[in-house]
């Protein structure tokens, strides 16, 4: 299984027409997404013509060739033409809010939101515009959602992985890659990017819900950096709510007092939002904590072999990290 995100799911792209659009929707195509529409009221009734080639695992049904993707006026009219119930947001911070409102009235059931620099008032407001009509955003500010041999929604490249029993959630785009490389021996269900902003749409708890309740997820990898409170208060869902055992790294272990480093939400304060403040919180609810992107992949990699092997038994650890 997958969270969020299947292969027979329709998707539309909002700003398919721009620079970006156009080259990330080759790419879903060529992965084998059903990208089914692009959104662009001034490009409406025209189409825009994509050289496909398959890449990746679950392309094999993909035909290399041309694909003529039609343009539509409006989300709704996309919608009404298609049955898409997914959109993926490629337009300019300016222009971001007024796109997701328009994707969340129209009823998707999934918006990712891959733009970035969106004011926080803006996300703010699309975050509780979304929740209020039981959407589930994505981003903004993110690499998508990836359930690999499935369905590929964003920028996050399709050849890294193929399919298997980890699921990943993180907040960095470059380190979701990183992680879904050092374990593509093992493969996984879905990896989420939920983006590096101070507001996002998914956090860490909604995505650990999710994946605590596929079960086909064996694992979970949980990618945090410096910044704000979301690692400690998904330390506290997972030490209540999880049985399926999670690895962590959080990124910023050498980040300088009070820099915002990368993301907008990666600043810190103190000892408040630091990565060994994080790193403590995560092992005290029974998490294993890498300090390294290698570390946290081997740290992994040894817990699902033992989960395997049969050594392992229901609930997370104590402070020592890991299952016991």
Known sequence: MSIFLTETDRVIVQGMTGSEGRKHTARMLSAGTRIVAGVNPRKAGTTVAFDVAPVGPGAGEVVPG????????????????????????????????????EAVDAGMRLVVVITE??????????????????????GPNCPGIISPARSNVGITPPDITGPGPVGLVSKSGTLTYQLMHELRDLGFTTCIGIGGDPVVGTTHIEAL??????????????????????????????????????????????????KTMGHAGAIVSGSAGTAEAKKEALEAAGVKVGRTPSQTARIARELYRAKAGGTTGGGQAGPAGGRE
């Open 209 to 258: 819900e999710a994946f605590e309740a596929d079960p086909d997820t064996e694992l979970v990898v949980m990618i945090g950096e410096i910044g704000g409170d979301a690692e400690e208060r998904a330390a506290l869902y997972i030490r209540d709510h999880m049985t399926t055992p999670v690895v962590a790294y959080v990124a910023g272990f050498t980040a300088p007092e009070g």
């Open 117 to 138: 620099g969106i004011p926080v008032a803006d996300a703010t407001w699309m975050r509780a515009h979304a929740a209020a009509h039981g959407v589930r955003l994505i």
């Open 66 to 101: 041309t694909v003529e993707v039609p343009v539509h006026g409006s989300v709704q009219e996309a919608k009404e033409a298609t049955g898409a119930e997914v959109s993926v947001v490629f337009v300019p911070p300016a222009f971001a809010k007024a796109a997701v409102t």
